[in-house]
Protein backbone atom coordinates (compact mmCIF):
# COMPACT_ATOMS: atom_id res chain seq x y z
CA UNK A 1 0.00 0.00 0.00
CA UNK A 2 1.44 3.53 -0.25
CA UNK A 3 0.81 4.29 2.84
CA UNK A 4 3.67 2.04 3.89
CA UNK A 5 5.61 3.27 1.18
CA UNK A 6 5.23 6.50 2.43
CA UNK A 7 6.30 5.17 5.73
CA UNK A 8 9.55 3.27 5.11
CA UNK A 9 11.56 5.20 2.47
CA UNK A 10 11.76 8.55 1.85
CA UNK A 11 10.53 10.07 -1.07
CA UNK A 12 13.39 10.35 -4.24
CA UNK A 13 11.84 14.08 -4.74
CA UNK A 14 14.24 15.09 -7.19
CA UNK A 15 12.98 12.08 -9.13
CA UNK A 16 9.29 13.76 -8.83
CA UNK A 17 8.16 11.77 -5.96
CA UNK A 18 6.14 13.24 -3.28
CA UNK A 19 7.66 13.56 0.12
CA UNK A 20 4.93 13.14 3.36
CA UNK A 21 2.09 15.62 3.98
CA UNK A 22 4.16 17.30 6.74
CA UNK A 23 7.02 18.13 4.33
CA UNK A 24 5.33 19.60 1.66
CA UNK A 25 3.05 21.58 3.47
CA UNK A 26 3.52 25.00 5.42
CA UNK A 27 1.80 24.10 8.62
CA UNK A 28 1.12 27.90 9.43
CA UNK A 29 -1.35 28.48 5.98
CA UNK A 30 -2.88 24.76 6.93
CA UNK A 31 -3.85 26.14 10.46
CA UNK A 32 -4.80 29.43 8.76
CA UNK A 33 -7.49 27.41 6.21
CA UNK A 34 -8.74 25.54 8.51
CA UNK A 35 -9.82 28.48 11.18
CA UNK A 36 -11.21 29.88 8.20
CA UNK A 37 -13.75 27.05 7.26
CA UNK A 38 -14.62 26.85 10.96
CA UNK A 39 -15.24 30.40 11.22
CA UNK A 40 -17.54 30.20 7.73
CA UNK A 41 -19.11 26.86 8.43
CA UNK A 42 -18.75 26.33 12.38
CA UNK A 43 -17.65 22.85 12.13
CA UNK A 44 -14.49 21.20 13.84
CA UNK A 45 -11.72 20.41 11.72
CA UNK A 46 -8.55 18.08 12.01
CA UNK A 47 -6.55 17.74 9.34
CA UNK A 48 -3.78 14.43 10.24
CA UNK A 49 -0.56 13.03 8.00
CA UNK A 50 -0.40 9.56 6.25
CA UNK A 51 1.38 8.40 9.75
CA UNK A 52 -1.64 9.78 11.75
CA UNK A 53 -0.16 12.56 13.25
CA UNK A 54 -2.15 15.60 13.87
CA UNK A 55 -1.25 18.71 11.55
CA UNK A 56 -3.61 21.34 12.36
CA UNK A 57 -6.50 21.06 14.92
CA UNK A 58 -9.21 24.24 15.08
CA UNK A 59 -12.56 22.61 17.10
CA UNK A 60 -14.81 23.77 19.70
CA UNK A 61 -16.30 21.21 22.30
CA UNK A 62 -20.22 20.55 21.89
CA UNK A 63 -22.70 20.71 24.89
CA UNK A 64 -23.76 17.35 23.89
CA UNK A 65 -20.19 16.35 23.85
CA UNK A 66 -19.49 17.73 27.69
CA UNK A 67 -22.61 16.72 28.93
CA UNK A 68 -21.67 12.78 27.91
CA UNK A 69 -18.50 12.92 28.67
CA UNK A 70 -19.50 13.96 32.28
CA UNK A 71 -21.20 9.95 32.40
CA UNK A 72 -18.68 7.13 33.44
CA UNK A 73 -20.42 5.15 30.09
CA UNK A 74 -20.22 8.38 28.02
CA UNK A 75 -17.01 8.90 28.47
CA UNK A 76 -15.70 5.32 27.41
CA UNK A 77 -18.03 5.56 24.51
CA UNK A 78 -16.87 8.90 23.50
CA UNK A 79 -13.48 8.50 23.39
CA UNK A 80 -13.80 5.44 21.34
CA UNK A 81 -15.37 7.09 18.80
CA UNK A 82 -13.55 10.30 18.41
CA UNK A 83 -10.67 7.58 18.25
CA UNK A 84 -11.71 5.54 15.20
CA UNK A 85 -12.81 8.91 13.88
CA UNK A 86 -9.40 9.64 14.09
CA UNK A 87 -7.47 6.43 13.00
CA UNK A 88 -10.16 5.51 10.29
CA UNK A 89 -8.48 5.61 7.18
CA UNK A 90 -10.80 6.09 3.50
CA UNK A 91 -9.91 3.29 1.06
CA UNK A 92 -11.23 5.15 -1.84
CA UNK A 93 -10.82 8.58 -3.02
CA UNK A 94 -14.12 9.22 -1.34
CA UNK A 95 -15.31 11.19 1.72
CA UNK A 96 -16.20 8.47 4.48
CA UNK A 97 -18.97 9.10 7.03
CA UNK A 98 -18.13 7.79 10.51
CA UNK A 99 -21.05 7.67 12.85
CA UNK A 100 -21.31 8.60 16.69
CA UNK A 101 -23.73 7.13 18.92
CA UNK A 102 -25.07 10.65 19.50
CA UNK A 103 -26.43 10.47 15.67
CA UNK A 104 -23.60 13.05 14.88
CA UNK A 105 -21.60 12.18 12.23
CA UNK A 106 -17.95 12.62 11.38
CA UNK A 107 -16.51 12.84 7.58
CA UNK A 108 -13.18 11.64 6.82
CA UNK A 109 -12.06 13.30 3.64
CA UNK A 110 -8.76 11.85 1.97
CA UNK A 111 -5.94 13.72 1.37
CA UNK A 112 -4.53 12.80 -1.90
CA UNK A 113 -2.06 14.33 -4.19
CA UNK A 114 -0.94 12.91 -7.47
CA UNK A 115 -2.38 9.65 -6.58
CA UNK A 116 -1.29 9.18 -3.31
CA UNK A 117 -3.16 9.31 -0.16
CA UNK A 118 -0.71 11.39 1.65
CA UNK A 119 -3.18 12.36 4.97
CA UNK A 120 -6.89 12.80 5.65
CA UNK A 121 -9.11 15.75 6.84
CA UNK A 122 -11.67 14.99 9.59
CA UNK A 123 -14.75 16.93 9.78
CA UNK A 124 -17.25 17.11 12.29
CA UNK A 125 -18.86 15.98 14.57
CA UNK A 126 -22.47 17.82 13.13
CA UNK A 127 -25.68 16.34 12.99
CA UNK A 128 -27.00 15.69 9.32
CA UNK A 129 -29.91 17.54 8.77
CA UNK A 130 -32.35 14.46 8.19
CA UNK A 131 -31.59 13.23 11.42
CA UNK A 132 -34.91 14.71 13.53
CA UNK A 133 -35.08 12.15 16.60
CA UNK A 134 -32.57 11.56 19.26
CA UNK A 135 -31.32 7.77 18.53
CA UNK A 136 -31.97 5.13 21.07
CA UNK A 137 -27.87 4.20 20.86
CA UNK A 138 -27.77 7.96 23.25
CA UNK A 139 -30.40 8.21 25.36
CA UNK A 140 -29.92 4.59 26.58
CA UNK A 141 -26.09 5.11 26.87
CA UNK A 142 -25.89 5.62 30.50
CA UNK A 143 -28.34 4.45 33.28
CA UNK A 144 -28.20 8.30 34.15
CA UNK A 145 -28.19 9.93 31.64
CA UNK A 146 -31.23 12.54 31.44
CA UNK A 147 -33.14 12.61 28.27
CA UNK A 148 -34.00 15.83 27.91
CA UNK A 149 -30.82 17.83 28.86
CA UNK A 150 -29.52 15.04 26.30
CA UNK A 151 -31.75 16.17 23.65
CA UNK A 152 -31.32 20.27 24.54
CA UNK A 153 -27.49 19.43 24.29
CA UNK A 154 -27.70 17.64 20.71
CA UNK A 155 -29.93 20.48 19.64
CA UNK A 156 -26.92 23.25 19.79
CA UNK A 157 -25.21 20.41 17.86
CA UNK A 158 -24.76 22.04 14.19
CA UNK A 159 -26.71 20.97 11.50
CA UNK A 160 -25.96 20.07 8.07
CA UNK A 161 -27.14 19.05 5.10
CA UNK A 162 -25.14 15.55 3.97
CA UNK A 163 -24.87 17.19 0.35
CA UNK A 164 -23.97 20.56 1.91
CA UNK A 165 -21.26 18.59 4.01
CA UNK A 166 -19.73 17.08 0.94
CA UNK A 167 -19.82 20.30 -0.83
CA UNK A 168 -17.57 21.93 1.90
CA UNK A 169 -15.54 18.88 2.01
CA UNK A 170 -14.85 19.25 -1.76
CA UNK A 171 -13.88 23.01 -1.57
CA UNK A 172 -11.31 22.38 1.32
CA UNK A 173 -9.75 19.50 -0.81
CA UNK A 174 -9.68 21.73 -3.62
CA UNK A 175 -7.94 24.49 -1.34
CA UNK A 176 -5.53 21.81 0.20
CA UNK A 177 -4.78 20.77 -3.29
CA UNK A 178 -3.61 24.19 -4.08
CA UNK A 179 -1.25 24.61 -1.21
CA UNK A 180 0.04 21.20 -1.75
CA UNK A 181 1.07 21.99 -5.55
CA UNK A 182 3.27 25.24 -4.38
CA UNK A 183 4.81 23.09 -1.68
CA UNK A 184 5.51 20.75 -3.54
CA UNK A 185 7.25 23.05 -6.25
CA UNK A 186 9.46 24.64 -3.76
CA UNK A 187 10.57 21.93 -2.21
CA UNK A 188 11.64 20.36 -6.24
CA UNK A 189 13.11 23.90 -6.39
CA UNK A 190 14.96 23.63 -3.45
CA UNK A 191 16.07 20.29 -3.48
CA UNK A 192 17.70 20.54 -7.50
CA UNK A 193 19.29 23.48 -5.65
CA UNK A 194 20.69 21.50 -3.53
CA UNK A 195 21.18 19.15 -5.83
CA UNK A 196 23.32 21.44 -7.91
CA UNK A 197 25.37 22.99 -4.99
CA UNK A 198 26.03 19.10 -3.91
CA UNK A 199 27.49 18.30 -7.82
CA UNK A 200 29.38 21.77 -7.82
CA UNK A 201 31.12 21.46 -4.61
CA UNK A 202 31.97 17.82 -5.76
CA UNK A 203 33.24 18.89 -8.94
CA UNK A 204 35.19 21.57 -7.59
CA UNK A 205 36.69 19.42 -5.00
CA UNK A 206 37.78 16.74 -7.28
CA UNK A 207 39.52 19.56 -9.03
CA UNK A 208 40.96 21.12 -6.35
CA UNK A 209 42.29 17.34 -5.42
CA UNK A 210 43.64 16.67 -8.55
CA UNK A 211 45.41 20.80 -8.69
CA UNK A 212 46.86 19.37 -5.26
CA UNK A 213 47.80 16.38 -7.18
CA UNK A 214 49.62 18.08 -9.97
CA UNK A 215 51.17 21.36 -7.33
CA UNK A 216 53.00 17.74 -5.53
CA UNK A 217 53.96 16.36 -8.41
CA UNK A 218 55.58 20.00 -9.65
CA UNK A 219 57.15 20.31 -5.85
CA UNK A 220 59.23 17.18 -6.69
CA UNK A 221 60.21 17.79 -9.54
CA UNK A 222 61.18 21.33 -8.61
CA UNK A 223 62.73 19.62 -5.68
CA UNK A 224 64.84 17.51 -8.42
CA UNK A 225 65.68 19.98 -10.69
CA UNK A 226 67.42 22.29 -7.42
CA UNK A 227 69.45 18.65 -6.75
CA UNK A 228 70.50 18.29 -10.09
CA UNK A 229 71.33 21.91 -10.56
CA UNK A 230 73.21 21.78 -7.64
CA UNK A 231 74.94 18.30 -8.46
CA UNK A 232 75.83 19.66 -11.75
CA UNK A 233 77.18 22.64 -11.08
CA UNK A 234 78.82 21.53 -8.15
CA UNK A 235 81.18 18.98 -10.49
CA UNK A 236 81.58 21.88 -13.14
CA UNK A 237 82.51 24.20 -10.81
CA UNK A 238 85.90 21.89 -9.98
CA UNK A 239 87.37 21.13 -13.51
CA UNK A 240 86.28 25.23 -15.02
CA UNK A 241 88.10 27.00 -12.07
CA UNK A 242 91.58 24.06 -13.19
CA UNK A 243 90.86 25.30 -16.83
CA UNK A 244 90.63 29.09 -15.81
CA UNK A 245 94.02 28.22 -13.35
CA UNK A 246 95.86 26.82 -15.86
CA UNK A 247 95.39 29.70 -19.14
CA UNK A 248 96.23 32.26 -16.93
CA UNK A 249 99.23 30.20 -16.01
CA UNK A 250 99.69 29.07 -19.73
CA UNK A 251 99.38 33.34 -20.24
CA UNK A 252 101.67 34.45 -17.12
CA UNK A 253 104.43 32.08 -19.87
CA UNK A 254 105.02 29.52 -16.65
CA UNK A 255 104.73 26.99 -19.34
CA UNK A 256 107.33 28.84 -22.21
CA UNK A 257 107.27 31.70 -24.25
CA UNK A 258 103.52 31.43 -26.89
CA UNK A 259 103.23 32.87 -29.99
CA UNK A 260 100.96 36.29 -29.91
CA UNK A 261 98.32 33.77 -31.61
CA UNK A 262 98.61 31.12 -28.48
CA UNK A 263 98.37 34.20 -25.95
CA UNK A 264 94.99 35.00 -27.87
CA UNK A 265 93.45 32.00 -27.77
CA UNK A 266 94.56 31.05 -24.34
CA UNK A 267 92.92 34.56 -23.12
CA UNK A 268 89.43 33.28 -24.88
CA UNK A 269 89.66 30.42 -23.36
CA UNK A 270 89.76 32.08 -19.84
CA UNK A 271 87.67 34.75 -20.57
CA UNK A 272 85.16 32.12 -21.54
CA UNK A 273 85.47 30.12 -18.64
CA UNK A 274 85.14 33.51 -16.44
CA UNK A 275 82.01 33.71 -17.46
CA UNK A 276 80.99 29.74 -17.77
CA UNK A 277 82.28 30.48 -13.85
CA UNK A 278 80.08 33.50 -13.21
CA UNK A 279 76.84 31.66 -14.57
CA UNK A 280 77.60 28.20 -12.44
CA UNK A 281 77.93 30.55 -9.21
CA UNK A 282 75.06 32.47 -10.57
CA UNK A 283 72.94 28.90 -10.49
CA UNK A 284 74.17 27.73 -7.20
CA UNK A 285 72.85 31.02 -5.78
CA UNK A 286 69.64 31.07 -7.10
CA UNK A 287 69.14 27.36 -6.32
CA UNK A 288 70.20 28.10 -2.47
CA UNK A 289 67.95 31.41 -2.77
CA UNK A 290 65.26 29.28 -3.33
CA UNK A 291 65.75 26.57 -1.04
CA UNK A 292 66.40 29.32 1.72
CA UNK A 293 69.72 28.10 2.26
CA UNK A 294 71.45 31.60 1.46
CA UNK A 295 72.15 33.35 4.76
CA UNK A 296 73.63 37.04 4.50
CA UNK A 297 76.28 37.93 6.86
CA UNK A 298 75.25 41.95 7.54
CA UNK A 299 77.74 44.44 8.49
CA UNK A 300 77.45 47.99 9.64
CA UNK A 301 78.49 50.12 5.98
CA UNK A 302 78.44 52.98 3.91
CA UNK A 303 76.50 52.42 0.54
CA UNK A 304 78.18 55.20 -1.39
CA UNK A 305 81.40 53.18 -0.64
CA UNK A 306 79.44 50.12 -2.31
CA UNK A 307 78.13 51.74 -5.09
CA UNK A 308 81.49 53.47 -5.66
CA UNK A 309 83.29 50.50 -6.01
CA UNK A 310 80.55 48.92 -8.54
CA UNK A 311 80.88 51.81 -10.52
CA UNK A 312 84.52 51.58 -10.87
CA UNK A 313 84.21 47.96 -12.00
CA UNK A 314 81.72 48.51 -14.17
CA UNK A 315 83.53 51.23 -16.20
CA UNK A 316 85.93 49.38 -18.41
CA UNK A 317 82.77 47.74 -19.57
CA UNK A 318 80.73 50.71 -20.26
CA UNK A 319 83.90 52.42 -21.93
CA UNK A 320 84.19 49.29 -24.41
CA UNK A 321 80.29 50.64 -25.23
CA UNK A 322 80.67 54.51 -25.28
CA UNK A 323 78.82 54.23 -22.48
CA UNK A 324 78.93 57.25 -19.71
CA UNK A 325 78.63 55.89 -16.07
CA UNK A 326 77.92 59.18 -13.50
CA UNK A 327 77.63 58.65 -9.86
CA UNK A 328 75.99 61.20 -7.53
CA UNK A 329 74.51 61.47 -3.86
CA UNK A 330 73.87 63.57 -1.12
CA UNK A 331 76.00 63.95 2.04
CA UNK A 332 73.41 62.49 4.62
CA UNK A 333 72.69 59.43 3.50
CA UNK A 334 73.15 56.89 6.38
CA UNK A 335 74.53 53.68 6.89
CA UNK A 336 72.90 50.68 6.28
CA UNK A 337 73.08 47.61 7.59
CA UNK A 338 74.32 44.72 4.59
CA UNK A 339 75.85 41.82 3.53
CA UNK A 340 78.61 44.32 1.24
CA UNK A 341 79.27 40.96 -0.96
CA UNK A 342 75.84 40.51 -1.63
CA UNK A 343 74.82 44.21 -1.79
CA UNK A 344 77.70 44.32 -4.84
CA UNK A 345 76.35 41.29 -5.98
CA UNK A 346 72.72 42.93 -6.90
CA UNK A 347 74.10 46.12 -7.65
CA UNK A 348 76.46 44.34 -10.22
CA UNK A 349 74.00 42.95 -12.06
CA UNK A 350 71.83 46.01 -12.45
CA UNK A 351 74.71 48.72 -13.09
CA UNK A 352 75.87 45.66 -15.29
CA UNK A 353 72.52 45.55 -17.11
CA UNK A 354 71.92 49.46 -17.74
CA UNK A 355 75.35 49.12 -19.41
CA UNK A 356 74.42 45.87 -21.38
CA UNK A 357 70.87 46.95 -22.47
CA UNK A 358 72.13 51.33 -23.02
CA UNK A 359 73.48 51.50 -26.85
CA UNK A 360 76.58 53.22 -27.60
CA UNK A 361 76.53 57.17 -26.43
CA UNK A 362 74.06 56.65 -24.10
CA UNK A 363 74.38 57.66 -20.04
CA UNK A 364 74.35 55.49 -17.11
CA UNK A 365 72.94 57.40 -13.91
CA UNK A 366 74.11 56.19 -10.31
CA UNK A 367 72.21 57.64 -7.45
CA UNK A 368 71.45 57.45 -3.84
CA UNK A 369 69.34 59.11 -1.75
CA UNK A 370 67.49 59.22 1.63
CA UNK A 371 64.13 57.54 1.58
CA UNK A 372 61.10 55.58 3.86
CA UNK A 373 60.45 52.08 3.81
CA UNK A 374 57.58 50.09 5.58
CA UNK A 375 59.51 46.88 6.92
CA UNK A 376 58.37 43.72 6.86
CA UNK A 377 60.14 41.78 9.81
CA UNK A 378 60.80 37.97 10.03
CA UNK A 379 57.74 36.99 11.52
CA UNK A 380 55.11 38.34 8.98
CA UNK A 381 55.91 35.94 6.20
CA UNK A 382 52.20 34.48 7.35
CA UNK A 383 50.70 37.49 5.93
CA UNK A 384 51.99 37.23 2.59
CA UNK A 385 49.01 36.45 1.09
CA UNK A 386 48.00 39.15 0.23
CA UNK A 387 50.85 40.54 -1.85
CA UNK A 388 51.96 42.69 1.27
CA UNK A 389 50.16 44.96 0.26
CA UNK A 390 47.47 45.18 3.68
CA UNK A 391 50.69 44.41 5.85
CA UNK A 392 52.99 47.07 4.69
CA UNK A 393 50.09 49.60 5.16
CA UNK A 394 50.04 48.47 8.50
CA UNK A 395 53.80 49.14 9.39
CA UNK A 396 55.34 52.17 10.44
CA UNK A 397 57.70 53.54 7.66
CA UNK A 398 61.29 53.79 8.59
CA UNK A 399 63.93 55.59 7.54
CA UNK A 400 66.30 53.65 4.28
CA UNK A 401 68.57 54.41 1.37
CA UNK A 402 66.97 53.97 -2.58
CA UNK A 403 69.38 53.06 -4.93
CA UNK A 404 68.85 54.39 -8.23
CA UNK A 405 70.46 53.05 -11.51
CA UNK A 406 69.21 54.99 -14.38
CA UNK A 407 70.23 54.41 -18.29
CA UNK A 408 69.27 55.89 -21.54
CA UNK A 409 68.66 52.25 -23.09
CA UNK A 410 66.34 49.90 -25.09
CA UNK A 411 63.86 50.24 -22.08
CA UNK A 412 61.48 47.37 -20.80
CA UNK A 413 57.67 47.14 -22.84
CA UNK A 414 54.76 47.76 -19.95
CA UNK A 415 53.98 43.87 -20.51
CA UNK A 416 57.15 42.19 -19.80
CA UNK A 417 57.80 44.20 -16.50
CA UNK A 418 56.10 42.17 -14.15
CA UNK A 419 58.50 39.15 -16.21
CA UNK A 420 61.98 40.28 -15.67
CA UNK A 421 62.21 39.23 -12.19
CA UNK A 422 61.43 35.84 -13.14
CA UNK A 423 64.61 33.45 -13.03
CA UNK A 424 65.50 32.60 -16.73
CA UNK A 425 63.46 35.35 -18.45
CA UNK A 426 64.75 37.79 -20.52
CA UNK A 427 62.25 40.41 -23.11
CA UNK A 428 64.41 39.02 -25.85
CA UNK A 429 64.30 35.18 -25.18
CA UNK A 430 65.41 34.47 -29.00
CA UNK A 431 68.48 32.05 -30.06
CA UNK A 432 69.70 35.30 -31.78
CA UNK A 433 68.63 37.50 -29.56
CA UNK A 434 71.80 40.88 -28.98
CA UNK A 435 72.66 40.72 -25.14
CA UNK A 436 74.03 38.06 -23.53
CA UNK A 437 73.27 36.35 -20.06
CA UNK A 438 71.06 33.80 -18.72
CA UNK A 439 68.65 35.64 -17.09
CA UNK A 440 69.28 35.30 -13.87
CA UNK A 441 71.06 38.44 -12.32
CA UNK A 442 67.55 40.00 -11.48
CA UNK A 443 65.83 36.79 -10.35
CA UNK A 444 68.58 36.62 -7.82
CA UNK A 445 68.76 40.23 -6.91
CA UNK A 446 65.40 40.16 -5.79
CA UNK A 447 65.71 37.08 -3.63
CA UNK A 448 68.75 38.89 -2.12
CA UNK A 449 66.96 42.57 -1.60
CA UNK A 450 64.50 40.28 0.43
CA UNK A 451 66.62 38.90 2.24
CA UNK A 452 68.01 42.30 3.37
CA UNK A 453 64.49 43.12 4.08
CA UNK A 454 64.33 45.58 1.42
CA UNK A 455 62.51 46.09 -1.90
CA UNK A 456 62.70 46.10 -5.77
CA UNK A 457 61.24 48.04 -8.59
CA UNK A 458 61.84 49.44 -11.88
CA UNK A 459 60.42 52.10 -14.22
CA UNK A 460 61.24 51.82 -17.78
CA UNK A 461 59.82 53.34 -21.16
CA UNK A 462 61.05 51.88 -24.24
CA UNK A 463 63.37 53.11 -26.42
CA UNK A 464 63.84 55.92 -23.61
CA UNK A 465 65.72 54.19 -20.65
CA UNK A 466 64.85 52.09 -17.35
CA UNK A 467 65.41 53.16 -13.64
CA UNK A 468 65.92 50.10 -10.99
CA UNK A 469 65.43 51.34 -7.93
CA UNK A 470 66.36 49.15 -4.65
CA UNK A 471 65.53 50.70 -1.25
CA UNK A 472 67.30 49.17 2.10
CA UNK A 473 66.36 50.20 5.78
CA UNK A 474 68.48 52.37 7.28
CA UNK A 475 70.88 50.56 10.35
CA UNK A 476 69.19 50.18 13.84
CA UNK A 477 71.24 52.22 16.40
CA UNK A 478 71.84 49.42 18.35
CA UNK A 479 73.24 46.91 15.45
CA UNK A 480 76.51 49.05 14.48
N1 LIG B 1 68.34 48.12 -17.77
C1 LIG B 1 67.62 47.36 -18.58
N2 LIG B 1 67.17 47.82 -19.75
C2 LIG B 1 66.42 47.05 -20.58
N3 LIG B 1 66.10 45.78 -20.31
C3 LIG B 1 66.51 45.26 -19.14
C4 LIG B 1 67.28 46.00 -18.22
N4 LIG B 1 67.55 45.22 -17.16
C5 LIG B 1 66.96 44.03 -17.40
N5 LIG B 1 66.35 44.05 -18.59
C6 LIG B 1 65.56 42.94 -19.19
O1 LIG B 1 65.30 41.99 -18.17
C7 LIG B 1 65.86 40.73 -18.55
C8 LIG B 1 66.27 39.99 -17.32
O2 LIG B 1 67.39 40.61 -16.72
P1 LIG B 1 68.43 39.73 -15.91
O3 LIG B 1 69.46 40.62 -15.35
O4 LIG B 1 67.65 38.88 -14.98
O5 LIG B 1 69.00 38.76 -17.03
P2 LIG B 1 70.17 38.98 -18.10
O6 LIG B 1 70.86 40.26 -17.83
O7 LIG B 1 69.57 38.77 -19.44
O8 LIG B 1 71.10 37.76 -17.78
P3 LIG B 1 72.11 37.61 -16.53
O9 LIG B 1 71.78 38.73 -15.59
O10 LIG B 1 71.80 36.27 -15.99
O11 LIG B 1 73.45 37.74 -17.11
C9 LIG B 1 66.96 41.05 -19.51
O12 LIG B 1 67.24 39.98 -20.34
C10 LIG B 1 66.36 42.23 -20.26
O13 LIG B 1 65.48 41.76 -21.23
MG1 LIG C 1 71.61 40.79 -15.86
Same mark, same amino acid.
Given at each position: ?78 ? =? ?81 ? &? ?55 ? =? ?40 ? &? ?48 ? =? ?23 ? &? ?143
Amino acid at each position: MDENKAENKPADISYGEIAQLEELIDRESLREVCRSFFDLFGLSIRVFSARGALLATVHEERSICRYVNSLNKGRVACS =ETVAQAQMRLPISPETVVHPCFTGAVYHIVPIIYDDRQLGRIVIGPFLPSEVTNTPPSLLNLDPQLDPERARAALSEMPRVRS &QTAIRIAAHLRGILDLILFSGHRARLTSTMHLATVRENYRELSEKNASLQDAFNKLK =ELDRLKSNFLATVSHELRTPLTSIIGYSEMLEAGIAGEMTPE &QTGFVETIRTKGELLLLLITSLLDLNKLERGQLSISTEYIDPRAVLDEVR =EMCVPEAEKKQVKIEAAWADDVPFI &QADPVRLRQILINLVGNAVKFTPASGHVELSIRVTEIRVRTEGDEAEEDDGGFGAALMMAPERAVEFAIKDTGIGIPEAEIAKIFDAFYQVDGSSTREYGGAGLGLSIAKSLVAAHHGTIRVESRPAQGTTFFVVLPEAQPDAG
